[in-house]
């Protein structure tokens, strides 16, 4: 008889109970473990946590490298209700030291040794680690067992997923133990995931793309291949790994398939394994997603899946076929969502009853934004349909159109918030970042599309006094990760304004039209 599970450890644990000579994660170079090698890392490095004085409710800060190490430290959480987030290596410290203020972690643990500011997190309030030779001794030194994994409640906060903030600020969004495995139950019934399967690991761990690599593939018994970050940066590396490894089951960006597609490397000799291509996070071009059905339809299933960070990732999935390529203008329908979840199209001002706002409710809605009141406040709020009970679901944000069949189609965003290389971009934070260098009076971003799915983030600067000479891109650098850098800094006397005196983004839009943008 099966075990009700109400949280994450307890999932775990039966998972090694029923695998644990089973490959749970295998590495390019051949490495493996175990679920029961797995487990017994993990069970050392949460009986180290627990003896550094960290506890449920506690925040641990996590710069991950996937290693074993990396893999323990965040499951070694899930057992004993330690909230962790993963942050990213390759951001300014000034944007890591933000995430840190807001998160508050007792703990950083960095598996990447060379990181330069990994001292500097060091503080009275916060102990920072690098799993280095002497910490991993330490950890091995612990006992290979903890029996008591049950008293986690399933409203727990599993980890805090950040993302980009309209005030300048990133926002975490914290997702609970019960939501990760409805997400996990979900997966595993919509992807017919079996113990057989072997997933990509190619999204970065602070990416919410990773949640479904991490998450479907371990909690539900089946294989996880973690790729190093250079080798998704080598296109034929990259398709090779995922042969060579006899992965079954990939899940990326659109930009990421696409790069592989203009680089040649995705042929008919490649993937030969795989049977499940999902993707999600940004519109995926036609003319590519073509390309791709016509590479692999015949026996690979082409999965377009959906959702926000602050729903657990994914909340539907629809799977291309040759019917979806009649309209070349649109992007691929959403499709219905899953189980579990229920939704409302919110009324926009001048659209038909069938277009709206997106506003999503079920148990995979997010707990909010940690330490975040007043966005959570403005996020996350009762279902405006009704007052007969409290029904608190998401904003998304997200335009969307529902057919006479019932599917959703993605028709925009009502804000300024951007999708750009996968990424969940808000062009405020984009400002901000210009708006703090020197000499700047004023700044605004917008995103110029270029095509179907592809566009670039465009930065204006007003300065006053002699500004020639100055790198200002390399300056907001310090500032901003790559993937919100704008692609180009236009300097110019004055920002339009509207009638409202506010900055008239579509005039700066529309004087790109006479612009070279290189």
Partial sequence: MRFYEHNLGQRFARIVGEH?????????????????????????????LRDQGLGPGDVVALFSDKSPASLSVMIACLKLGIIYTNLDPESPLRRVQRIV???????IVSAIADLEFNDSLNTKA???????????????????DLPHVGNVPGSSPAYIMFTSGSTGYPKGAAISHASLLNFVDWAAERFQISVADRFTHVNPPYFDNSVFDFYAALFNGASLVPVAAADTRDPRR?????????????????????YLLTARTLTREQFTHIRKIIFGGEGFPKPKLRQLFDLYADRVDLENVYGPTECTCICSANTICEQHFEDQQNLAPLGQLAPNFDYELLPVEGAS??????FLTGPQVGLGYYHDPERTALAFVQNPTHSRFRDIGYRTGDLVERDAQGELHFRGRVDFQIKHMGYRIELEEVEAGLNSLTGVD??????????EGLGQIVGFVAMAGDSNGRDLRSEVAKILPDYMLPRRINRVESLPKNQNGKIDRPALLKSLESRSIS
């Fill in 20 to 48: 644990a000579d089973r490959c749970a994660v295998l590495y390019p170079d051949g490495t493996t473990r175990t679920y029961a090698e797995l487990d017994g890392l993990v069970n050392q490095t949460a009986h180290f």
């Fill in 101 to 107: 203020d807001m998160c508050r972690p007792k703990f």
């Fill in 126 to 144: 916060c102990s920072a680690i690098v799993l280095d030779e002497r910490i991993q001794a330490a950890i091995a030194s612990c006992p290979e």
């Fill in 238 to 258: 990259l398709t090779q790994i995922v042969t060579d490894t006899a992965c079954t089951i990939w899940f990326s960006v659109p930009s990421l398939l696409v």
């Fill in 353 to 358: 009853k069938n277009v709206g706002e997106l």
């Fill in 442 to 451: 004023e700044a605004a971003a917008v995103y110029q599309k270029l095509g």
